[in-house]
């Protein structure tokens, strides 16, 4: 699929599901920059957070391109698209969604130890002016299931396998994942700068031939112990090439 430009945005994406796209890529002329939260702010609060930042800096709320959230647990399938229409109605207000199309990134994940009481801010990701020269993107994360389908749990690689089997299927859709959305951004892993694994599970013994001989672990990779935000998926993956990072 190929992406599509948001212009008032500062950037481009591939069209996903309603509560996300697929990943975004910064238009030209313009960079992504990625901030960390040092401390995980409750969703309305991050989203005032945010506003305050880019009115700060000189950007329109629409240059808001990528969120990373933490959640206290895994969704029923119920819960999780009641908890997306509440975080697209933001988006809507906010002008970045329109008509059942949403151009922002997400990964959405659930720590299994010291979970937050409530859905929270760690990161986002925004546009500005930028002669960088080189391209800046953000891919969202994706669980082992397809997306856009009636419901997750049909559609699940592996159900309930979390043998080292089971995980490498697992691990294997989800990075084919990757590379279709890397593609359509016009990317590939040599772009990546950073790659985020999501699950409570070892993957240790799959590393070396499914990420580092693929080039998908360049500069490491990040193990978050945490789950995929729908319950019954066991394994997520995002990842991103960004020159500008902070934490704040």
């Avoid at 305050?52 to 391109?65: D, S």
């Avoid at 790659?195 to 799959?206: C, G, K, M, R, S």
Wanted: aromatic fraction near 10%; include cysteine.
């Amino acid at each position: 699929m190929s992406s599509r430009e948001f212009t008032e945005g500062g950037y481009k994406y591939v069209p996903g599901v309603f509560q996300y796209s697929g990943g975004v890529v910064a238009a030209e002329g313009y960079e992504i920059v990625r901030v960390t939260l040092r401390r995980p702010i409750p969703l309305a609060d991050g989203f005032t957070r945010i506003q305050e930042h880019l009115k700060a800096i000189g950007r329109p709320k629409v240059a808001l391109c990528a969120c990373e959230l933490r959640s206290p647990a895994p969704f029923s399938e119920e819960g999780f698209r009641s908890f997306n229409e509440r975080y697209v109605a933001v988006l809507e207000a906010w002008g970045i969604c329109h008509e059942g199309t949403n151009p922002v990134a997400r990964t959405n994940v659930c720590p299994l130890i010291a979970p937050p009481s409530e859905p929270e801010f760690y990161a986002f990701s925004y546009t500005i002016p930028s002669q960088l020269g080189r391209a800046t993107y953000v891919v969202s994360g994706s669980g082992e299931a397809p997306e856009g389908k009636s419901n997750y749990a049909d559609h699940i690689v592996r159900p309930g396998d979390t043998s080292i089997d089971g995980l490498r299927n697992k691990a294997g859709f989800v990075l084919a994942t990757m590379e279709a959305r890397l593609t359509s951004l016009g990317m590939t892993w040599d772009d990546a700068t950073s790659a985020q694994i999501y699950t409570i599970y070892d993957i240790h013994p799959l590393l070396a031939d499914l990420f580092v001989t693929r080039g998908a672990a360049r500069f490491g990779v990040t193990w978050h112990y945490a789950r995929p935000p729908v319950t019954g998926l066991d394994f997520e993956l995002d990842c991103r090439g960004i020159s500008t990072e902070m934490m704040v």
